[in-house]
């Protein structure tokens, strides 16, 4: 099983940027599916962006499309999350998760095997 650690959360104005950082460790990150998802407080987990395992494709969520970029280097069992042009909304803890399975179901928090502790991202206006 995999092991994920996300950090590069913190307080940021709105129209700033910020860049999130997901590493891992126990297993090849080549294997993985890897996803970002998001949770506010008093809100359900949501989908951010997801990457395929050789970063062939690229999801992401309507909400942060055209702000957001997901990347990841296997290399370095690393994922990242760049996120530009902040909004207050986009205020959550931000989790990495990986997906050993092949659900193409990206968007959907259930198929993810494992995930990170979180890191949260305040967006202050």
């Known amino acids: 099983q995999v092991q994920l650690v996300e950090s590069g959360g913190g307080l940021v104005q709105a129209g700033g940027s910020l860049s999130l950082s997901c590493a891992a460790s126990g297993r090849a990150l080549s294997v993985y599916v890897m996803g970002w998802f998001r949770q506010a407080p008093g809100k359900e987990r949501e989908f951010v962006a997801a990457?395929?395992?050789?970063?062939?494709?690229?999801y992401y969520a309507d909400s942060v499309k055209g702000r957001f970029t997901i990347s990841r280097d296997n290399a370095k069992n690393m994922v990242y999350l760049q996120m530009s042009s902040l909004k207050v909304e986009d205020t959550a803890i931000y989790y990495c998760a990986a997906e050993s399975g092949y659900s193409y179901s990206y968007s959907d928090y259930t198929k993810y095997d494992a995930w990170g502790q979180g890191t949260q991202v305040t967006v202050s206006s």
């Open positions: 990457i395929t395992r050789t970063s062939t494709n690229t």
